[in-house]
């Protein structure tokens, strides 16, 4: 496995914390959510669901999910934390590995050094040129959480063989945080080794007949899927999957499935139904990918711990500057804190 990405992480890490030395600091809390502003039109919906069966055949299931907080700012930037898991399921044990947390400290006048440094480690060869530019401060945390979990999809594409591979999210590319050379690379890895990516969306805004997709009543029992089809595709937006409806278990829970599109459609039923007889489902959502999130996700000691060691370490003052949503409005008043 290629670990110079892990590495660069840790190095900038170190690196960004030496710029807030002596800073005044403001503690936060807040889980920073991905953008699902995306807007497409044009959805149709297929006539009939596909029924599955469980294959009780042995196959590996493995799961990555990133996560990134803020966890303060300063006069300057914001400080802000990254974590990745990798979950994977083999003769019914779960094995996890986890990377981070990295704790950087972002500010406007480096956020580009860093960012294209990361890029480099890994995504952009010697001889390319890095044409994209770094996102905004706000959207720094997501941006560089995407390069991690990018990196965790491709080290599992190339390192399993014959199993099934699941992301949070879709299959979306040409949008900020997922180019389309990259998500190419990652699924095309992934098929060389026999290896199938089904990418689970909790949330979309896709909509047929003004229903959110995964509202659509399904007359058939589960375990089914339901076909969307995409009549209009937005450039430079690329759907590189194919886009399911997924009611895997009796419930009230569908969820967003994208499969590759250069899957054979018997390959693809055959993953799923490989992954119904290995996995468990609780509310209708695979096991590992759940064992994912909740490996990369903060608990309240690990951001206490975080912020003690940024304040002690650096020489931070902590500062408490007013809501100002509470000064003027009183119970009235909401706002982040």
């Known amino acids: 496995m290629d ?22 600091f403001q503690l936060n809390q807040q889980i920073i959510q991905q953008d699902n502003s995306l807007k497409i039109q044009n959805v149709h ?11 009780t055949e042995e196959t590996t299931i493995a799961a990555v999910d990133t996560s990134c907080m803020k966890i303060g700012e300063t006069a300057k930037g914001i400080l802000i934390a990254i974590r990745g898991a ?19 400290h972002v500010a406007e006048e480096y956020k580009e050094e860093v960012y294209r440094a990361l890029r480099k480690t890994y995504f952009i060869s010697p001889h390319e040129h890095d044409v994209d530019g770094s996102p905004g401060l706000f959207q720094m945390p997501t941006r560089i959480a995407c390069l991690l979990e990018r990196w965790l999809q491709t080290m599992l594409s190339k390192t399993l063989t014959n199993s099934v591979i699941l992301f949070d999210g879709s299959l979306t590319a040409g949008i900020g945080d997922t180019p389309v050379k ?4 990652i699924l095309q890895a992934a098929r060389k080794r026999g290896n199938t990516i089904l990418a689970f969306s909790k949330v979309t805004n896709l909509r047929v007949n003004g229903y959110i997709i995964t509202d659509v009543p399904l007359k058939h029992k589960p375990p089914c899927l339901l076909e969307i089809t ?13 886009i399911y409806v997924a009611r895997l278990k009796k419930g009230k829970y569908a969820f967003r499935l994208d499969i590759d599109n250069e899957v054979s459609r018997e390959l693809r039923i055959e993953s799923i139904e490989k992954l119904l007889g290995n996995e468990v489902f609780p509310q209708g959502y695979p096991e590992t990918l759940r064992l994912a999130h909740i490996h990369c996700t903060f608990t309240a000691n690990e951001v206490i711990a975080m912020q003690h060691f940024a304040t002690h370490k650096f020489n ?6 007013p809501n100002m949503h509470k000064v003027l409005f009183g119970p009235f008043g909401k706002g982040d804190n």
């Open 182 to 185: 990259c998500m190419k690379e």
């Open 316 to 321: 931070l003052k902590i500062i408490d500057r």
């Open 3 to 24: 670990n110079s990405l892990p590495q660069r992480f840790l190095e900038l890490s170190l690196h960004s914390l030496r710029h807030m030395r002596d800073q005044p």
């Open 45 to 55: 919906c297929g006539s009939q669901p596909v029924q599955l069966k469980p294959r």
């Open 86 to 104: 990798c979950v994977w399921k083999e003769k019914r044990n779960h094995r996890y590995l986890r990377l981070g947390p990295f704790v950087f």
């Open 230 to 242: 995409v009549l209009k595709r937005k450039s430079p937006v690329l759907f590189m999957g194919d």
